[in-house]
């Protein structure tokens, strides 16, 4: 059975500092990985994904992951942030071959921005 | 632009009510999802479809029921509405095991 465990349920930053949201997942399977944000008052949106090949992958707003098969971890990374990146950030996975195509997310980190 | 919508942002009912939420997409997924979202608990996965008239269940499906009569249309059904089913519940849909698209979301409160 596939889980995915987001360790942080809220993280505070200062405006401009850099961010990193974990994300550690457990499968017995090859899977793709997948980061969703969340803003106030909408529904989800993808910021990035890793389904194969380069292990860091580049998503929209800056932000960027790393794929880490030995630690079985997928965390966001964000070099400096941004008011507007206010928002609950949703880890993801989901495996390869899966027929049913079933995405496991987790619990959700609340990023707030300081001024 | 891909879409999908969902019949209403906000609805308030009765506890007992028969409730239906439409979701549509157009982006000719096979794939369609209903979730519930509660603080705390992230995601839930309440049904899923993977082709039209065939429904799974998902990890919450006590007290709910699904629709899929076309492809393009997936409807949750709360047969009889209880308070503890209120809630912000999110449709999604999908291509295979690839990115899940969401809608905007609707916020139920059973009175």
């Known amino acids: 059975a596939q889980s995915v465990t987001q360790l942080d349920s809220q993280v505070p930053v200062f405006e401009e500092a850099p961010v990193e949201l974990r994300c550690n997942y457990s499968?017995?399977?090859?899977?793709?990985l997948f980061w969703y944000v969340q803003y106030p008052n909408q529904g989800l949106q993808l910021l990035l994904k890793?389904?194969?090949?380069?292990?860091l992958v580049k998503g929209i707003n800056g932000f960027e992951a790393e794929f880490n098969k030995s630690q079985t971890s997928f965390h966001l990374r964000k070099p400096s942030v941004h008011i507007s990146d206010t928002a609950e950030y949703f880890c993801?996975?989901?495996?390869?071959?899966?027929?049913?195509?079933?995405?496991?997310f987790g619990s959700g980190t609340r990023l707030s921005i300081r001024p | 632009d891909v879409k999908v919508t969902q019949s209403s942002r906000y609805l308030v009912k009765r506890t007992g009510e028969k409730v239906f939420l439409e979701c549509v997409q157009d982006?000719?997924?096979?794939?369609m999802f209903w979730y519930r979202q509660d603080p705390g608990l992230g995601l839930r996965l309440i049904y899923f479809?993977?082709?039209?008239?065939?429904?799974e269940k998902g990890d919450i499906p006590e007290g709910y029921s699904v629709s899929r009569e076309k492809k393009e249309r997936f409807s949750l059904i709360l047969e009889s509405a209880s308070t503890n089913q209120t809630s912000m519940y999110l449709c999604?849909?999908?291509?295979?095991?690839?990115?899940?698209?969401f809608g905007p979301g609707t916020r139920l409160t059973v009175l």
């Open positions: 890793y389904l194969s090949g380069s292990t």
């Open positions: 982006m000719d997924h096979e794939n």
């Open positions: 479809s993977y082709d039209v008239k065939m429904k």
């Open positions: 993801a996975v989901t495996s390869w071959g899966s027929s049913a195509s079933k995405i496991i």
């Open positions: 499968s017995s399977v090859s899977v793709y």
């Open positions: 999604a849909s999908s291509r295979g095991p690839d990115t899940q698209y």
